[in-house]
């Protein structure tokens, strides 16, 4: 498998920035802290700003529901379009929609009682930028590493967007409590509005332009033979689906009501957030130095303690030990998810990589409105402690599952070069091309 070249450019002499980290990773790192820091702190406000409107657990759910929605509807397309139109350009127009969502729900939340179907509607919108943004992020991210350092890169990329995440969780929590979520979601409206003139500046001009081919349909045809041809893949993405969807209802609905029921509100979960945070900037230091050669078999054997914060909610246990759980949990995810984008970037070509991310997002996520539009009834009809240990335990069979896959237990790491713009050229810049993230 071959990719195109693209066009590189040596780092300054004297620089202290190492040679993969080219202008485009830099850019792209610099405006996903941005946009971390608000929609971790939006997040919260969000789930706060429907109980202040009179809402209960199934309203929660159901503003969940509308975000999640669009996003599972319209990632396939989404991953089309990225392979088509500039990958950079699709961002932009995404940040740019949920920056104009997040404001007129600030204003909203501002101006006096926000109803459901309001927010129902404006995180509609929100996850439909996000279901544009996301393949072609993934896309773009990958194809501004080297293969040799890809790694790395992936370490200290997602070390920096867990960092935000951190103090997004933090000061979300925090301002929530202080001065009310409508400023919060104000400042997401912003960050927004600053990532996408970041991402404006982005340097394509190295990537080549994709082959007309035979349209929109033909493309997602391409990308989902590309996506069933790899058991690896696909049988992760069935795992992510209902995993991701568990957490998407512990996280959106669970969590807060445990907080606001047992532990005092919107700081403590905020807390917990951030050692989740804390944890995946660790676990992100220890992929910058670990290379396991059995990629995904250590990647998958990280998920098993991502179910620890849904047993400790059942208990529940008190707000430090959520707050461990919640930490482990995170070190445990970012050896995955270092581990999955190497995979990624080996294994998939990347003129197809906004398409097969585009399948991976969409079956990972697919789930998500369901879960989290049934949290609330699943509560009342089983209670909230049944609920919370059903998640958990599922979350563990699926994933002692997916270890039955050969390719799972015996794909390993195998050297590779590749160019990308921000790299030095090398002799076979011609014959290899360039490369995930949640941006």
């Known amino acids: 498998m071959t990719r195109p070249a693209t066009s590189a450019r040596r780092a300054p002499l004297g620089s202290r920035r190492p040679e993969w980290a080219g202008r485009n ?65 699709v961002m932009v127009a995404a940040n740019a929609l949920n920056c104009v969502s997040q404001a007129v729900f600030a204003a909203l939340v501002l101006g006096g009682e926000p109803r459901i179907w309001q927010m129902m509607v404006l995180t509609a919108l929100c996850g439909t930028g996000q279901a544009f943004f996301n393949p072609a992020a993934e896309g773009m991210l990958m194809s501004s590493v080297t293969g040799e350092q890809a790694s790395r890169a992936f370490a200290v990329y997602r070390m920096a967007m867990h960092s935000a995440t951190i103090g997004g969780a933090a000061l979300g929590g925090a301002l929530v409590a202080f001065v009310g979520p409508g400023w919060v979601l104000l400042i997401d409206a912003v960050a927004f509005a600053l990532a996408a003139g970041l991402r404006a500046f982005l340097d394509v001009g190295g990537i080549p ?12 045809r391409e990308g989902w033979r590309e996506f069933v041809g790899r058991p690896w893949l696909w049988s992760i993405v069935a795992q992510f689906s209902v995993v991701v969807g568990l957490l998407g209802a512990v996280e959106s609905v669970y969590g807060p009501l445990v907080a606001r029921a047992e532990l005092g509100g919107a700081r403590p979960w905020g807390i917990a957030l951030a050692a989740y945070g804390v944890g995946t900037v660790a676990g992100a230091v220890l992929m910058t130095r670990w290379k396991p050669r059995r990629m995904l078999l250590v990647g998958t054997l990280g998920v098993f303690p991502i179910a620890l914060p849904s047993a400790a909610l059942a208990v529940p246990l008190d707000a430090v030990g959520l707050t461990a759980a919640m930490f ?9 998810g270092v581990s999955w984008m190497t995979t990624m970037h080996q294994e ?20 998500l409105p369901l879960t989290t539009a049934l949290a609330g009834p699943a509560e009342s009809a089983f209670g909230r402690g049944t609920a919370l240990w059903g998640a958990a335990g599922l979350m563990v069979l699926v994933t002692a599952l997916v270890l039955l896959v050969p ?10 070069s590749k160019e990308v713009m921000g790299a030095p050229r090398t002799a076979s810049a011609d014959a290899e091309g360039a490369l995930r993230g949640n941006g």
């Open 407 to 416: 390719d799972v237990r015996n794909m390993t790491r195998r050297p590779h």
């Open 25 to 89: 990773y830099v850019l792209l790192t610099a405006a996903t802290i941005v946009t971390n820091l608000g929609t971790h702190g939006a997040l919260i406000a969000t789930t706060w700003a429907v109980f202040e409107a009179g809402g209960d657990a199934g309203d929660v759910g159901l503003v969940a529901m509308a975000r999640f929605l669009p996003l599972v509807l319209f990632l396939l397309i989404g991953g089309a379009v990225a392979d088509r139109v500039p990958r950079h350009r």
């Open 348 to 367: 998939i070509p990347e003129e197809k990589l906004s398409r097969v991310s585009a399948y991976d997002w969409f079956g990972s996520t697919a789930l």
């Open 209 to 220: 332009e994709r082959a007309p081919g035979g349209g929109l349909f033909a493309d997602l």
């Open 328 to 336: 482990v949990s995170g070190v445990a995810i970012e050896i995955f």
